[in-house]
């Protein structure tokens, strides 16, 4: 039983940590439209900064700078934000895909910088000793991991709040009318590459936080953390959720995490000792077919976007105007 | 600077431009980026490898290269299983999106959960592990300059230039091609004018598909043969295929020479370690200045 309180906490811990970096991929595609294929970059840079940041001065490499753990949270999100920013920047006024292809090179590059910088990361034996809160509870296993889990789950309300937030706000539904509507939204005097930018950015900086989140949680970081099989699980997680609706984000990283530990586990047991390393790509075929599949039949995944209709249409219910996103722009103050 | 940093960049920069004709092609027929193309290169060395262990007749080593006749036609129906394998997954997956009118972002989402598994399919059967076409060692020839190149390497760099050339005739001088070109240039008026778009977006698939093998066989045959190799790709041939000018066969050839030959100057100067990133670093240059390539044109 009480092993089971400790797993359950550990594997939800996990699955909440993903749910931040869901979230914030939702910001860039669920409600902006904008396709980032280097979500491990982003959680790479968010681990990294923190782990520097915070961990005790470290021979070999340079810092470990024993800064307490939110300030390494912080400069995680200001460094995933700037760093969202400057990829931005170069490809958002261009074509869409352009900005997947830089992203996906952006992903590449970091991990190879986290592989090769080794005074800055520790190279590929990683980062080590990085601070975990609650440590003077480390002694009572399930204390200790439920204390973590309302810790992160705490993270997640308060993240996940700004961006409600920030999508129900005057802000959100500029992303929205962009994402359907570019020309109308940019006829009402909307700067399409700015909004976007902002957007790609605040995705950018949750990234990094789930990816400090997650850092602090586990206490050790390595380069192969950060593959694009991480990416491609997140992006599961939104599809399956439902992208455009933050619960549905969140909803889709629990679930995606459970099926990726059962399948995990089921294949531990079934394939024989030597042949592990195959079981575990047979994992990725699977989760890879069924995003497939779901893209193809629902599309809308579990929860998916809620219709968006202006508060004052939908208390009238006149019906003909209901829907109508880009009109709702008008309410916005220009920027 | 060591001149061989040349001939070894030329040789890379064969294989990551005739993978990028394939995604050049993708790109401005069907106007989205495939991150499954990669794994075409992938999986046409490992057809070849299948069929050349399987078969195991014609293994003798013939003149001064390292394979025997076997691996030709291994090749050749290597490319051929490669496009079908191409025209296959556009009907399971892509053309479906297609006929239903979804945004072509969707269709790049697809692609990449179908390199992952396409990629994760092949660990699953050949395991992770390196494996060779040939264990045959080869003596470098002296090129003059300081330069050496094997054999395989220099028939590999004639293959290359006789395929882009093909290549190039298709489209320039065949029927089929013509029609490639009018629908890439407008597909609505393509259709109006009688041109069958969906076979021309087979064509472009087996097309792109049976390339990429070429390029896989080839580069399985010069390095080795992993499930990686084509993931790894993946960014040089994007880079090669936008420094080129999307859409342009000879700019995706002459952008793969340059990444290629960029990769090699970075490892001599830099060092291997940093190889991986040339590619982003080549592209970030091209968006920066000059975000329509070298052959391309403005804005479509």
């Known amino acids: ?335 | 600077m060591n001149a061989q940093a040349l001939i070894d960049g030329l040789i890379a920069g064969a294989m990551i431009g005739l993978g990028a004709i394939g995604v050049t092609l993708t790109y401005s027929i069907l106007r989205f980026a495939n991150f499954a193309h990669g794994e075409f290169i992938a999986w046409g060395a490992y057809f070849a490898l299948a069929l050349v262990s399987t078969l195991g007749v014609g293994m003798d080593p013939i003149g001064p290269f390292s394979f025997g006749w076997m691996l030709i036609v291994a090749a050749v129906l290597a490319a051929l299983l490669t496009g079908g394998l191409a025209v296959l997954l556009d009907r399971l997956l892509f053309a479906s999106f297609r006929s239903r009118g979804s945004a072509t972002i969707i269709m790049v989402i697809a692609s990449f959960g179908a390199s992952m598994a396409l990629r994760a399919l092949l660990e699953f059967v050949f395991t992770s592990k390196p494996v060779y076409f040939t264990r045959e060692l080869q003596i470098a020839v002296r090129l003059g300059g300081g330069m050496r190149a094997t054999p395989d390497q220099l028939l590999m760099l004639a293959v290359t230039a006789v395929l882009v050339l093909g290549v190039h005739l298709l489209l320039t001088r065949s029927a089929i091609g013509r029609q490639m070109r009018a629908v890439s240039e407008n597909p609505t008026l393509a259709r109006l004018a009688g041109v069958d778009v969906r076979r021309v977006i087979r064509w472009v698939w087996f097309l792109g598909g049976s390339l990429a093998a070429s390029a896989g066989v080839m580069s399985g045959l010069l390095v080795q043969i992993r499930p990686y190799m084509g993931f790894d790709l993946l960014l040089p041939l994007f880079a090669a295929a936008i420094l080129g000018g999307i859409g342009s066969v000879p700019g995706a050839i002459l952008g793969g020479l340059i990444v290629g030959l960029c990769e090699s100057f970075a490892v001599e100067l830099i060092g291997a370690e940093w190889r991986a990133a040339v590619g982003f670093v080549v592209l970030t240059l091209v968006l920066l200045l000059r975000p329509q390539g070298i052959l391309g044109q403005v804005a479509r």
């Open chain 1, 1 to 335: 039983m009480i092993d089971l309180v400790g797993y359950g906490a550990f594997f939800l811990t996990i699955a909440l940590s993903y749910a931040i970096i869901a979230l914030g991929l939702n910001v860039q595609w669920g409600q902006t439209g904008l396709f980032n294929v280097g979500v491990a970059g982003f959680v790479a840079i968010g681990a990294y900064v923190s782990g520097l940041l915070t961990t005790p001065d470290a021979t070999g490499r340079i810092g470990g700078f024993g800064l307490p753990i939110l300030v390494g949270w912080l400069a995680a999100i200001l460094a995933g934000a700037l760093l969202a920013y400057a990829v931005g920047w170069l490809t958002i006024r261009l074509r869409a895909d352009y900005l997947a292809i830089t992203t996906f090179g952006f992903a590449v590059t970091v991990q190879l910088a986290a592989l090769n910088l080794e005074s800055l990361t520790g190279g590929p034996f990683g980062m080590s000793f990085i601070p975990r809160p609650f440590a003077s509870a480390a002694g009572d296993p399930v204390r200790f991991g439920l204390l973590n889990l309302g810790l992160v789950a705490l993270v997640l309300l308060v993240a996940y709040f700004v961006v409600e937030h920030l999508t129900a706000s005057p802000w959100g539904r500029v992303l929205r009318a962009i994402r359907e509507d570019e020309p109308a939204a940019v006829s009402l005097g909307k700067s399409a590459a700015r909004f976007r930018l902002q957007a790609f950015a605040v995705g950018g900086a949750l990234m990094a936080l789930g990816g400090a989140v997650q850092a602090h949680f586990i206490g050790f970081i390595a380069p192969d953390n950060y593959l694009p099989l991480l990416t491609f699980q997140v992006w599961t997680m939104l599809i399956v959720g439902g992208s455009g609706n933050n619960r549905g984000a969140i909803a889709g990283s629990v679930v995606v995490w459970a099926l990726w530990a059962v399948s995990a586990s089921v294949i531990g047991q079934v394939m024989p000792a030597g042949e592990q390393a195959r079981g575990a790509s047979l994992q990725i075929v699977l989760i890879g077919v069924a995003l497939c599949v779901i893209l193809l039949l629902r599309p809308r995944g579990l929860i998916g976007e809620r219709r968006t209709v202006s508060r004052h249409v939908a208390g009238a219910r006149r019906g003909e105007r209901s829907g109508t996103m880009v009109a709702t722009g008008r309410e916005t103050p220009t920027p």
